[in-house]
């Protein structure tokens, strides 16, 4: 019997130094993937995005089963969107969305009735939709416009207070191009809503956004 264990000691003496290789291999490996990430830049590693986990109606109240996170390289992060599913859960959709639509401000409904800050009004003006991801409530923007026969500069500052897009898109000069064109509701000073007014009648008013 012993001789014959003697036979079998070298062969299972390299098995089992095979196997202590493969241990050794394979927890290398791990600590590479833990360590790795870490030593990416930034840009690389992104940052997580809330998007909609399957197409979503109108009107849908939005909570975890409706929406996930991805992880998407900081640079193609639209601005404001939400990074966390509480940020947006209890929210109600304004505009179906399609699976894997990032959840934006704009595609909500408000939360609440927009207020009126005293001697101000409320108008609704079109905006190119290209400037929809840099736009949110709070943004301030100003309205811009020439009166073509006196020469009159009309410079109106004003606050978005929500945004809708117009399923159709707006007609005049800011709806032209194949993106058309989206509605801002904006907050301004009351004596200036006359002038805009006018403007937009013209179709010669143009929306830019100020820092």
């Known amino acids: 019997m012993l001789a014959r264990l003697r036979t ?29 990430p870490s030593l990416l830049p930034p840009s690389l590693r992104g940052g997580e995005v809330v998007v909609a986990r399957a197409d979503l109606p109108v009107g849908t109240v939005l909570g975890e089963e409706h929406l996930r996170t991805v992880r998407v390289a900081d ?30 401000p704009g595609l909500l409904e408000a939360e609440q009735a ?46 978005v207070v929500e945004l809708s897009s117009s399923p159709g898109g707006a007609t005049g000069t800011l709806a032209s191009g194949p993106e058309g064109s989206a509605t801002a509701i904006i907050a301004l000073d009351r004596t200036r809503s006359g002038a805009v007014a006018q403007a937009l009648g013209s179709a010669a008013l143009t929306v830019s956004i100020i820092g």
Request: glycine share 6%; aromatic share 0%; charged share 15%.
């Open 8 to 36: 079998h000691l070298p062969a299972w003496r390299r098995a089992l130094r095979r196997r202590r290789r493969i241990l050794a291999a394979l927890v290398l490996l791990a600590a590479l993937a833990a360590l790795l």
């Open 75 to 104: 640079e193609l992060i639209p601005p404001q969107a939400a990074r966390s599913v509480q940020e947006v859960a209890g929210r109600s959709t304004a505009h179906p969305l399609a699976r894997g639509t990032p959840v934006l």
């Open 114 to 159: 927009a207020a009126i800050p005293p001697g101000s009004v409320l108008m609704a003006v079109p905006v190119p939709r290209v400037l929809l991801p840099h736009l949110g409530p709070g943004t301030r923007i100003e309205l811009l416009s020439a009166d073509p026969v006196s020469g009159t500069a009309l410079r109106v500052p004003a606050t």
